[in-house]
């Protein structure tokens, strides 16, 4: 008896899936490689960037023919920049910071393969298309006007819209940022205590400048840092990575102990303020931190020393004899402006490098107030006041810019003698100006509430504006002088831009 076996439906429904497949394949071979290749990841897709976001990476899903990557990829707005590959991926370097308040897009067409190229097929690669974002520009400043007197407002000049930050019962004296923008430390005092020792240290949320897929946090949520309990907090400063908060404290039962004190800026994790820790260091005066975060520069007799944090700062880790005052560094530290005291009364601006090279800027019968680096030229802005001739003693403040490769100086602007109590600060994007322009109260007040509001130098403000001098660069020096400030419809003092 003989056996017979029979095709069932699966083995049949089998053969055909492999005759198929065998005959996709020997297409594909026959055809070569017909894929294009495409953009995998862009590292900036729909994020909103700031001027810390230097560079963004194109991903590619094969090896790139270089050439024709660079010579087609394309950014509206322009933005300058330089260009390397790492293997598939091809870094984009800008060379200045990317405007605040502008959306970007980045467009790539007509790139090829390097297989392509080599085999001569005009194959091009997936149009691929990115969209990005830089942030609003946004600036804080101390109202002076009578409905909002003494509290921190943000002001959103993309957007204009406009949001207090702190509560009425707080008078705000001085505020840094964060890095990020999503929270202000500001040292405050109550209105029910004219007396400008008592300040506290708070921190308060400005709702702007969330995560991606994260709930937003309301502006406005207000935490106690340090209180003033057993000392005197006076000047502070935040670390430039936001995590470490410098302190120049004073003993209210004891004036000899008066130092620097730290303490981490992070108290999300705590539910009481977190218990600063003294640096273990000679008395000094003003002070910074440096861009590292991890020294402070700190006025010491006639010199200034840099101070270690993390460590016993009992031995400085450098001493500047000749210099009295630190202004401002450099992004990446190597370059520090520098104040120079000298018997005549007079002062020097000297730009100070990490290499021991010093090189005078300027000088001045007056006061160097403030400067600040430009992250994207070798430019130094200034603000800067000059003796007056004649028997009353008076000083004319100024705002100046300096080449420092060559020391030359370009004046900006000339501000009234009578309003010395300016500040000023160099937008992240470097494209603006901000400085204020405050009058002092001369007249008796008829109400003790008109002069809850003082200066530095403890005079009453009687009024004050906002001002806003553009710097986009002009080659024609003619051009450039017809740039003229723009007053803001603001009224307070101290402003900052927002990161």
């Given at each position: 008896?003989?056996?017979?076996?029979?095709?069932?439906?699966?083995?049949?429904?089998?053969?055909?899936?492999?005759?198929?497949?065998?005959?996709?394949?020997?297409?594909?071979?026959?055809?070569?490689?017909?894929?294009?290749?495409?953009?995998?990841?862009?590292?900036?897709?729909?994020?909103?960037?700031?001027?810390?976001?230097?560079?963004?990476?194109?991903?590619?899903?094969?090896?790139?023919?270089?050439?024709?990557?660079?010579?087609?990829?394309?950014?509206?707005?322009?933005?300058?920049?330089?260009?390397?590959?790492?293997?598939?991926?091809?870094?984009?370097?800008?060379?200045?910071?990317?405007?605040?308040?502008?959306?970007?897009?980045?467009?790539?067409?007509?790139?090829?393969?390097?297989?392509?190229?080599?085999?001569?097929?005009?194959?091009?690669?997936?149009?691929?298309?990115?969209?990005?974002?830089t942030r609003d520009r946004a600036l804080l400043y101390i109202s002076s006007a009578p409905q909002e007197q003494g509290q921190l407002v943000l002001y959103n000049l993309t957007q204009g819209q406009q949001k207090v930050l702190t509560p009425k019962d707080l008078v705000v004296m001085d505020f840094i940022p964060f890095p990020d923008g999503k929270k202000i430390l500001f040292s405050a005092r109550t209105t029910k205590?004219?007396?400008?020792?008592?300040?506290?240290?708070?921190?308060?949320?400005?709702?702007?400048?969330?995560?991606?897929?994260?709930?937003?946090?309301?502006?406005?949520?207000?935490?106690?840092?340090?209180?003033?309990?057993?000392?005197?907090?006076?000047?502070?400063?935040?670390?430039?990575?936001?995590?470490?908060?410098?302190?120049?404290?004073?003993?209210?039962?004891?004036?000899g102990d008066f130092g620097l004190w730290m303490l981490p800026s992070d108290t999300s994790n705590s539910r009481e303020p977190q218990k600063p820790t003294p640096v273990k260091s000679k008395p000094g005066g003003d002070f910074m931190i440096t861009p590292d975060s991890q020294a402070v520069a700190v006025a010491q007799g006639e010199g200034t020393a840099i101070l270690a944090l993390q460590k016993d700062a009992e031995?400085?880790?450098?001493?500047?004899?000749?210099?009295?005052?630190?202004?401002?560094?450099?992004?990446?530290?190597?370059?520090?402006?520098?104040?120079?005291?000298?018997?005549?009364?007079?002062?020097?601006?000297?730009?100070?490098?990490?290499?021991?090279?010093?090189?005078?800027?300027?000088?001045?019968?007056?006061?160097?107030?403030?400067?600040?680096?430009?992250?994207?030229?070798?430019?130094?802005?200034?603000?800067?006041?000059?003796?007056?001739?004649?028997?009353?003693?008076?000083?004319?403040?100024?705002?100046?810019?300096?080449?420092?490769?060559?020391?030359?100086?370009?004046?900006?602007?000339?501000?009234?003698?009578?309003?010395?109590?300016?500040?000023?600060?160099?937008?992240?994007?470097?494209?603006?100006?901000?400085?204020?322009?405050?009058?002092?109260?001369?007249?008796?007040?008829?109400?003790?509430?008109?002069?809850?509001?003082?200066?530095?130098?403890?005079?009453?403000?009687?009024?004050?504006?906002?001002?806003?001098?553009?710097?986009?660069?002009?080659?024609?020096?003619?051009?450039?002088?017809?740039?003229?400030?723009?007053?803001?419809?603001?009224?307070?003092?101290?402003?900052?831009?927002?990161?």
């Amino acid at each position: 008896m003989t056996s017979r076996t029979s095709i069932q439906p699966l083995d049949r429904i089998a053969i055909a899936l492999i005759l198929l497949l065998t005959l996709a394949i020997g297409l594909v071979i026959s055809q070569g490689d017909a894929v294009k290749a495409s953009v995998r990841s862009f590292s900036w897709q729909n994020q909103q960037i700031g001027a810390d976001d230097t560079s963004f990476t194109l991903t590619f899903s094969r090896p790139m023919e270089t050439k024709t990557v660079e010579e087609n990829i394309k950014l509206d707005p322009p933005l300058a920049g330089k260009i390397s590959w790492a293997g598939r991926r091809m870094v984009y370097t800008l060379l200045t910071p990317a405007p605040y308040g502008t959306n970007y897009k980045v467009q790539l067409e007509n790139a090829k393969d390097k297989f392509s190229a080599k085999e001569g097929i005009n194959r091009v690669i997936q149009p691929f298309s990115g969209t990005f974002k830089t942030r609003d520009r946004a600036l804080l400043y101390i109202s002076s006007a009578p409905q909002e007197q003494g509290q921190l407002v943000l002001y959103n000049l993309t957007q204009g819209q406009q949001k207090v930050l702190t509560p009425k019962d707080l008078v705000v004296m001085d505020f840094i940022p964060f890095p990020d923008g999503k929270k202000i430390l500001f040292s405050a005092r109550t209105t029910k205590n004219q007396d400008i020792l008592s300040a506290q240290l708070y921190t308060v949320t400005t709702g702007v400048y969330t995560d991606e897929g994260k709930e937003a946090i309301a502006a406005g949520k207000v935490d106690l840092v340090l209180d003033s309990k057993d000392y005197q907090n006076l000047k502070f400063d935040l670390s430039p990575d936001g995590k470490t908060i410098v302190v120049q404290r004073g003993n209210k039962s004891n004036p000899g102990d008066f130092g620097l004190w730290m303490l981490p800026s992070d108290t999300s994790n705590s539910r009481e303020p977190q218990k600063p820790t003294p640096v273990k260091s000679k008395p000094g005066g003003d002070f910074m931190i440096t861009p590292d975060s991890q020294a402070v520069a700190v006025a010491q007799g006639e010199g200034t020393a840099i101070l270690a944090l993390q460590k016993d700062a009992e031995k400085p880790l450098d001493f500047l004899p000749q210099f009295g005052l630190v202004q401002a560094f450099t992004r990446d530290g190597t370059q520090a402006a520098m104040v120079k005291f000298n018997t005549d009364y007079t002062r020097d601006l000297f730009l100070v490098t990490n290499q021991g090279t010093q090189k005078q800027l300027l000088k001045t019968t007056g006061s160097i107030l403030s400067c600040q680096f430009d992250i994207a030229s070798p430019t130094l802005y200034c603000l800067v006041t000059q003796l007056l001739p004649g028997q009353t003693y008076q000083e004319q403040p100024y705002l100046v810019a300096i080449d420092t490769k060559t020391a030359q100086q370009k004046p900006l602007i000339v501000l009234p003698a009578e309003q010395r109590n300016v500040q000023m600060n160099l937008s992240p994007d470097g494209l603006g100006l901000l400085f204020d322009q405050v009058v002092p109260q001369t007249s008796p007040s008829p109400t003790p509430n008109s002069q809850i509001l003082t200066t530095e130098d403890g005079q009453a403000i009687a009024s004050s504006s906002l001002w806003l001098m553009p710097l986009t660069p002009i080659a024609d020096p003619e051009a450039a002088a017809d740039i003229k400030p723009q007053k803001l419809p603001l009224v307070g003092f101290h402003p900052r831009w927002l990161p």
